[in-house]
């Protein structure tokens, strides 16, 4: 990717309020995961967006260790249904890419995707963030100890379900 932002994505990046510029990049800002997008120019009109998601693998949420078999499961689940990204958005989009790899103790989602309409890329970016996290939430296993940030995602989903008395059910 150019260190150079084209103008037209920096602009729609920086008016949004879920952006906040990172270096040659912009951080999502609605999200606990760390979620980057970068634009470059292609052949034609349409800027090309990458965004990339960290979320920490099931090992590095937990403070309890993982068999390796849910290890494997769950990354393999969290894949397959971060596949469905792109329903996020209210209208189509095609992925150019789409991929989940483990890097140390991070599940890294990246996407890439064209768009010709500035304005509307980072509406398009926001929702992917979004879907990422909580995709991740909903495969949260039960019965393990976790930590921040994940610990902390969870309280505040305890908190705001049910009746308010934080013991709502934990996501699955």
Same mark, same amino acid.
């Given at each position: 990717?150019?260190?150079?932002?084209?103008?037209?994505?920096?602009?729609?990046?920086?008016? @949004?309020?879920?952006?906040?510029?990172?270096?040659?990049?912009?951080?999502?800002?609605?999200?606990?995961?760390?979620?980057?997008?970068?634009?470059?120019?292609?052949?034609?009109?349409?800027? @090309?967006?990458?965004?990339?998601?960290?979320?920490?693998?099931?090992?590095?949420?937990?403070?309890?260790?993982?068999?390796?078999?849910?290890?494997?499961?769950?990354?393999?689940?969290?894949?397959?249904?971060?596949?469905?990204?792109?329903?996020?958005?209210?209208?189509?989009?095609?992925?150019?890419?789409?991929?989940?790899?483990?890097?140390?103790?991070?599940?890294?989602?990246?996407?890439?995707?064209?768009?010709?309409?500035?304005?509307?890329?980072?509406?398009?970016?926001?929702?992917?963030?979004?879907?990422?996290?909580?995709?991740?939430?909903?495969?949260?296993?039960?019965?393990?100890?976790?930590?921040?940030?994940?610990?902390?995602?969870?309280?505040?989903?305890?908190?705001?379900?049910?009746?308010?008395?934080?013991?709502?059910?934990?996501?699955?």
């Amino acid at each position: 990717m150019s260190s150079t932002l084209p103008e037209r994505a920096v602009r729609a990046l920086e008016s @949004h309020d879920a952006f906040e510029r990172d270096g040659d990049a912009f951080a999502v800002t609605t999200t606990r995961f760390d979620g980057r997008v970068t634009a470059e120019p292609t052949d034609g009109w349409p800027l @090309h967006y990458r965004l990339e998601v960290r979320a920490p693998t099931l090992q590095a949420a937990t403070a309890d260790e993982v068999g390796e078999a849910l290890v494997e499961g769950w990354f393999d689940t969290y894949e397959l249904r971060l596949e469905d990204a792109p329903k996020a958005v209210r209208a189509d989009l095609d992925l150019e890419e789409q991929r989940v790899v483990a890097e140390g103790d991070d599940a890294v989602a990246v996407f890439g995707f064209e768009e010709g309409n500035a304005d509307r890329a980072p509406d398009v970016v926001k929702a992917i963030a979004e879907y990422v996290e909580g995709t991740y939430m909903e495969g949260i296993v039960p019965g393990y100890e976790y930590v921040p940030p994940v610990s902390e995602m969870l309280s505040q989903a305890r908190q705001s379900g049910g009746d308010g008395d934080g013991g709502g059910p934990m996501p699955l």
